[in-house]
């Protein structure tokens, strides 16, 4: 990312001093009025009742719950999207076979489908109605309106993340370094960690970042396999969404202050783990 | 970087052991789910506590109700698709007998509980803002320009369908009124209407959060608790001509209670709603109770008022095919965006 602004840098630089005041400027105006001022909103309305009704609306069993759900849906989501991520990316950035252009449309599917539909379409496989709803209802199994059913929407939702962002880095980097490896007597695991971990792993930890935000934000996706069991299977989002309908304005705001700063937590991980290896980049590279 | 993979290893053992040791500390010795739709939500907060209570001295069983609020309608197409609802208690009869219609509660759910299985009535009121700027007094006053009406959508909530067919009551009622006149009057009341929400209290919110039009149709109860919540100086409510009585039945789920063993706690669950005490709830909750002493204690804030029913409409069957099934009434008068 940051090497493709600096590259672009001294083109922006030949420009007249006045346009480039504007065009900051704007960009900054732009930023503040959708992105600082919504988030200003959320903390003031949160804390518009005092920070006791913070902690009366975050200690509630209802909010416990939503955190852990979130938690647990993402903790299930993204490393299995990462795994499958960087398999996928792998195939597809080094090697050439018939349908590889199909598979990347097929990660890439979920980008181009609403949320709703990705959530209605474990309803209709798995749904009282749908195609295993029978038998699983037979077994005593419960996917919608039940934990797994979250967890199936959201991997469908959050899939292409973490593959998308890696196939275009490992069609660059070409096979090269991983061949020469080979040539030296590497084995597929020893070549894999030593070799195209590292040479991917800016490019994967964006991707998992990525695919952890959206994994705790999903909303549309979840709502339709929820069934809004207060308490059960209310995600962090849809349980903001409850909380507003209920009139409960502070604890609505204040589930959403939280998932704003599990957000800007992320942010914050990403920047500390860039330096910690930034400095120590020489050893590992 | 192995010191930051295995601490983020042991962040997410720790993650998941909070969880698996937090989870059983909410279960109680029988749950219950009571699949309701959306301005029930106070209401059933207050009578869960009370049933919990009532229970536990008259059985010795821990008992904890879990709600699930959505649009009638959507509530019930969940509860078709698998949500494990122990009882249904909607907006309106037509969406527990598409329940019944596909085997899962008997057939003749409506006559297990006195008055038609539904426990507490309500109306449909017009809710204004404060000094009704507008000078809405009953329903012709929707029509005047610039008048912006928020009504949910009556193919997801149950509450939009009582309003539709409150209106709908009055227009059929006026002097020479034919079924032309009657539908060229809600061809223009939703031509008033700028967005429909999926359920009720999307639309209470719309209109009394989002400050989006200038009439909300609305359950009464519902009207009340905006007027509670927002401060009764922000609106007024204003009790149109005629209205209808809104009954929104409860039913238990025969296959899921038979399934989960939970009918007998199921059905004294719903036949507790008839007690005074949850009678009392319910009137506290600006829903207007069966009980004749309990209405009598709070009459003073229901005004009387001329009311049709649903048997004016030919019952639900009959209303749910001719006004909102596919190319019903609605759809041949509603055009989104104009």
Same mark, same amino acid.
Request: overall charge neutral.
């Given at each position: 990312m940051?090497?493709a %602004?600096?590259?672009g &840098?001294?083109? =922006?630089?030949?420009e007249?001093?006045?346009?480039?005041?504007? @065009?900051? #400027?704007? *960009? +900054?105006?732009?930023?503040?009025?959708?992105?600082?001022?919504?988030?200003?909103?959320v903390?003031?309305?949160?804390?518009?009742?005092?920070?006791?009704?913070?902690?009366?609306?975050?200690?509630?069993?209802?909010?416990i719950?939503?955190?852990?759900?979130?938690?647990?849906?993402?903790?299930?989501?993204?490393?299995?999207?990462?795994?499958?991520?960087?398999?996928?990316?792998?195939?597809?950035?080094?090697?050439?076979?018939?349908g590889?252009s199909?598979?990347?449309?097929?990660?890439?599917?979920?980008?181009?489908?609403?949320?709703?539909?990705?959530?209605?379409v474990?309803?209709?496989?798995?749904?009282?109605?749908?195609w %295993?709803?029978?038998? &699983?209802?037979? =077994?005593?199994?419960?996917?919608?309106f039940?934990v797994?059913? @979250?967890? #199936?929407? *959201? +991997?469908?939702?959050?899939?292409?993340?973490?593959?998308?962002?890696?196939i275009?880095l490992?069609?660059e980097?070409?096979?090269?370094?991983?061949?020469a490896?080979?040539?030296?007597?590497?084995?597929f695991?020893?070549?894999?960690?030593?070799?195209?971990?590292?040479?991917?792993?800016?490019?994967?930890?964006?991707?998992v970042?990525?695919?952890?935000?959206?994994?705790?934000?999903?909303?549309?996706?979840v709502?339709?396999?929820?069934?809004h069991?207060?308490?059960?299977?209310?995600?962090?989002?849809?349980?903001?969404?409850?909380?507003?309908?209920?009139y409960?304005?502070?604890?609505?705001f204040?589930?959403?202050g939280?998932?704003?700063?599990?957000?800007?937590?992320?942010?914050?991980?990403?920047?500390?783990?860039?330096y910690?290896?930034?400095?120590r980049s020489?050893?590992?590279? | 970087?192995?010191?930051a993979?295995?601490t983020r290893?042991?962040?997410?053992?720790?993650?998941?052991?909070?969880?698996?040791?937090?989870?059983?500390?909410?279960?109680?010795?029988?749950?219950?789910?009571?699949?309701?739709?959306?301005?029930?939500?106070?209401?059933?907060?207050?009578?869960?506590?009370?049933?919990?209570?009532?229970?536990?001295?008259?059985?010795?069983?821990?008992?904890?109700?879990?709600?699930?609020?959505?649009?009638?309608?959507?509530?019930?197409?969940?509860?078709?698709?698998?949500?494990?609802a122990?009882?249904?208690?909607?907006?309106?009869?037509a969406?527990?007998?598409?329940?019944?219609?596909?085997?899962?509660?008997?057939?003749?759910w409506?006559?297990?509980?006195?008055?038609n299985a539904?426990?507490?009535?309500?109306?449909i009121?017009?809710?204004?803002?404060?000094g009704?700027p507008?000078?809405?007094?009953?329903?012709?006053?929707?029509?005047?320009?610039?008048?912006a009406?928020?009504?949910?959508?009556?193919?997801?909530?149950?509450?939009?369908?009582?309003?539709?067919?409150?209106?709908?009551?009055?227009?059929q009622k006026?002097?020479?009124?034919?079924?032309?006149?009657?539908?060229?009057f809600?061809?223009?009341?939703?031509?008033?209407?700028?967005?429909?929400?999926?359920?009720?209290?999307?639309?209470?919110?719309?209109?009394?959060?989002?400050?989006?039009?200038?009439?909300?149709i609305?359950?009464?109860?519902?009207?009340?608790?905006?007027?509670?919540?927002?401060g009764?100086?922000?609106?007024?409510i204003?009790?149109?001509?005629?209205?209808?009585?809104?009954?929104?039945?409860?039913?238990?789920?025969?296959s899921?209670v038979?399934?989960?063993?939970?009918?007998?706690?199921?059905q004294?669950?719903?036949?507790?709603?008839?007690?005074?005490?949850?009678?009392?709830?319910?009137?506290?909750?600006y829903?207007?109770?069966?009980?004749?002493?309990?209405a009598?204690?709070?009459a003073?804030?229901?005004?009387?008022?001329?009311?049709?029913?649903?048997?004016?409409?030919?019952?639900?069957?009959?209303?749910?095919?001719?006004?909102?099934?596919?190319?019903?009434?609605?759809?041949?008068?509603?055009?989104?965006?104009k």
């Open positions: 940051s090497e %602004f600096s590259q &840098l001294p083109v =922006a630089t030949r007249r001093p006045a346009t480039r005041l504007v @065009l900051t #400027l704007f *960009t +900054v105006v732009l930023l503040v009025l959708f992105l600082l001022l919504p988030l200003a909103v903390f003031t309305e949160a804390l518009s009742h005092g920070l006791g009704n913070i902690w009366d609306s975050l200690t509630d069993p209802e909010a719950t939503s955190i852990e759900l979130t938690l647990l849906v993402a903790a299930i989501s993204v490393p299995l999207n990462s795994v499958c991520g960087v398999a996928a990316a792998w195939c597809i950035g080094r090697f050439q076979f018939p590889r199909l598979l990347i449309t097929l990660i890439e599917l979920p980008f181009s489908v609403s949320p709703v539909i990705s959530g209605l474990w309803v209709l496989l798995f749904g009282a109605n749908g %295993f709803g029978p038998m &699983l209802d037979r =077994a005593g199994l419960r996917i919608i039940a797994p059913g @979250l967890v #199936l929407a *959201t +991997v469908l939702v959050t899939f292409p993340f973490v593959a998308r962002t890696l275009p490992m069609q980097q070409g096979a090269s370094e991983e061949e490896a080979i040539t030296l007597g590497a084995g695991w020893q070549m894999f960690w030593r070799v195209t971990l590292p040479n991917i792993r800016w490019g994967l930890l964006y991707g970042l990525l695919c952890n935000a959206r994994a705790m934000g999903e909303f549309g996706a709502a339709v396999v929820s069934g069991i207060r308490g059960q299977t209310m995600t962090m989002p849809l349980q903001v969404e409850a909380l507003f309908n209920d409960d304005w502070v604890g609505a204040t589930i959403a939280l998932l704003s700063l599990l957000a800007l937590v992320t942010l914050a991980v990403k920047a500390a783990l860039e910690r290896i930034g400095e020489g050893a590992l590279l | 970087m192995r010191y993979r295995l290893r042991g962040a997410l053992g720790g993650m998941l052991g909070t969880l698996a040791a937090t989870r059983p500390a909410i279960a109680a010795d029988v749950t219950l789910l009571n699949v309701s739709y959306d301005p029930t939500r106070e209401l059933y907060r207050a009578i869960n506590r009370a049933f919990a209570e009532d229970w536990q001295a008259k059985a010795g069983q821990r008992v904890t109700v879990n709600q699930s609020h959505g649009g009638s309608g959507a509530q019930a197409r969940a509860v078709l698709d698998g949500l494990q122990d009882v249904v208690t909607l907006a309106l009869a969406d527990i007998d598409a329940l019944a219609r596909r085997g899962l509660i008997a057939a003749d409506q006559r297990r509980l006195p008055n539904t426990p507490f009535t309500s109306t009121v017009l809710l204004v803002r404060k009704n507008q000078g809405i007094h009953d329903w012709p006053d929707l029509l005047k320009p610039g008048v009406v928020i009504t949910p959508n009556p193919k997801t909530s149950g509450g939009a369908r009582w309003n539709f067919l409150a209106a709908l009551g009055w227009a006026q002097p020479n009124a034919t079924a032309a006149t009657a539908e060229a809600l061809r223009d009341l939703f031509h008033q209407v700028p967005v429909l929400d999926t359920g009720a209290r999307g639309a209470t919110n719309s209109f009394a959060q989002r400050e989006l039009g200038d009439v909300l609305a359950w009464e109860n519902d009207a009340w608790l905006a007027r509670k919540e927002f009764a100086e922000a609106f007024e204003v009790y149109p001509s005629l209205s209808i009585l809104a009954e929104p039945p409860v039913a238990v789920v025969d899921v038979d399934k989960r063993g939970s009918r007998e706690v199921a004294a669950y719903l036949e507790f709603l008839y007690t005074p005490k949850a009678q009392d709830i319910a009137a506290q909750n829903y207007r109770p069966r009980d004749l002493a309990v009598t204690r709070y003073e804030r229901y005004p009387e008022l001329k009311l049709v029913t649903i048997q004016d409409f030919g019952g639900w069957e009959t209303a749910q095919a001719a006004y909102f099934a596919d190319g019903g009434l609605f759809d041949r008068i509603y055009t989104p965006g």
